[in-house]
């Protein structure tokens, strides 16, 4: 009974190993070809970081953040993740927008307001697509009322420090561009 069942079970690992029998072994797989190389990955990473503290006005739209990113391919894609450094409360439900080039505003996350006047941390994430111009573009990432409401700000400073709240060493913003082939 006990041999039947060594056997058996033998029998079951070898043909899911698929190293006992020749015809069980797959083809290792054959080297890509350059049409299949271009077919999805990251193409290029754009790192952006801001260490500087900035109190903000009120306005309609407030631009925090505006630099250079190079597209390398017209079919790709561009990932933007960011984490941004806010101290103090003013307004929530302004929404975010992420413009590369002349091309169309993509809007990210909205604020979420909270009544704790502290240091806090927001989130971006963000596609933009169709944009098929190379080359060096300016990115360019805003908070904005899309009611056009005048006395708005996402917070009252960007990248607070100690002057804000003694406790605070000098905070940064920092956002990723990922530029991506689907």
């Known amino acids: 009974m006990y041999k039947k069942v060594i056997i058996i079970l033998a029998v079951f690992l070898c043909f899911f190993a698929a190293n006992c029998d020749p015809e069980l072994t797959p083809e290792p797989s054959p080297e890509p070809t350059p049409a299949q190389e271009l077919q999805s990955g990251i193409v290029n990473i754009t790192i952006h970081e801001n260490c500087e503290r ?13 630099f250079q990113v190079e597209k390398k391919a017209a079919d790709t894609v561009f990932l933007i993740e960011g984490t941004i450094s806010g101290f103090g409360n003013h307004a929530g439900s302004m929404p975010q927008g992420w413009k590369y080039g002349d091309g169309d505003e993509v809007i990210a996350q909205s604020l979420m307001y ?15 697509r169709d944009h098929t ?50």
Request: aromatic share 10%; hydrophobic share 40%.
């Open 133 to 182: 111009e190379t080359g060096l573009q300016i990115m360019t990432f805003r908070y904005f009322a899309a009611d056009g409401t005048v006395g708005s700000r996402p917070f009252n400073v960007y990248n607070p420090n100690s002057i804000d709240d003694a406790r605070l060493a000098q905070t940064c913003s920092r956002y990723i561009i990922w530029e991506i082939r689907l």
């Open 54 to 66: 900035l109190p903000l006005g009120t306005g309609a739209s407030i631009v925090l953040e505006t």
């Open 114 to 128: 909270d009544e704790n006047n502290n240091s806090r941390i927001f989130t971006t994430t963000a596609v933009i």
